[in-house]
């Protein structure tokens, strides 16, 4: 089993659609989770830090469940400019696992 | 401008040939690392290091050296390359605990 699974995808989705990826992951010690966005042959850029109440930047709400090691992110609204693939990432001090990534695609 | 800075980043070059891929990173962080990535696979760590002369194995180390004789710099050693390590490379650093902040990457090609 790999330490963190995600939706594969591809998400094809139209402008303005909302949009959900899950994550799950192996490792109850992990303490601090994030989601990353990579653009096609660029390098992973924080989108978010999520905290166990779930909490909201913009458009982006993340979620997460301890018990069920579960993390989510929705996106509303979608923007073409949000086409990119989303990475979950938990993490255990500074050992930081990530996963394969789900590839969104927003068309106008 | 806050940055980490990889160099090559791109570099073709043939099995056995010694090389180095340098990282350097501007914000004083103490935890830098190096992942490669490949596709379907994710980022695996090879190497990090939580500070000057301090260095640990990742999850894919073998082949591949590091050192860190100065806070600001990690490079990545590539003794003798073989094509299996065709891949992209991110270098990466942070305040330890917090998030990492990559460098641009280098898409290396081993012939």
């Known amino acids: 089993r790999k330490e963190v699974e995600q939706d594969p995808g591809p998400f094809n989705v139209p402008e303005g659609a909302t949009v959900a990826f899950n994550c799950t992951y192996s490792?109850?010690?992990?303490?601090?989770f994030f989601w990353y966005r990579q653009d096609c042959r660029k390098e992973p850029k924080l989108l978010m830090s999520?905290?166990?109440s779930g909490n909201e930047d913009g458009r982006f709400t993340a979620q997460l469940n301890r018990a069920s090691q579960y993390i989510s992110l929705l996106i509303r609204d979608s923007k073409l400019s949000d086409s990119a693939t989303y990475l979950c990432?938990?993490?255990?001090?500074?050992?930081?696992?990530f996963g394969a990534g789900t590839r969104l695609t927003v068309k106008p | 401008e806050a940055q980490v800075t990889q160099n090559p980043r791109y570099l073709i070059t043939v099995t056995g040939k010694k090389l180095t891929v340098t990282c350097s990173q501007n914000?004083?962080?103490?935890?830098m690392s190096w992942y490669r990535q490949d596709p379907g696979l994710g980022l695996r760590q090879i190497y990090y290091?939580?500070?000057?002369?301090?260095?640990d194995k990742g999850d894919v180390p073998e082949g591949y050296k590091v050192s860190r004789k100065e806070k600001r710099n990690f490079p990545l050693i590539l003794e003798s390359p073989s094509p299996n390590q065709t891949s992209l490379y991110f270098c990466?650093?942070?305040?330890?605990?917090?998030?990492?902040?990559f460098g641009d990457g280098t898409r290396l090609s081993i012939l």
């Open positions: 990466a650093s942070s305040v330890l605990n917090q998030p990492q902040h």
């Open positions: 490792n109850s010690a992990s303490q601090s």
């Open positions: 999520v905290y166990s």
């Open positions: 990432v938990p993490s255990n001090n500074n050992d930081m696992r």
């Open positions: 914000m004083n962080h103490e935890y």
């Open positions: 290091s939580m500070n000057v002369e301090v260095t």
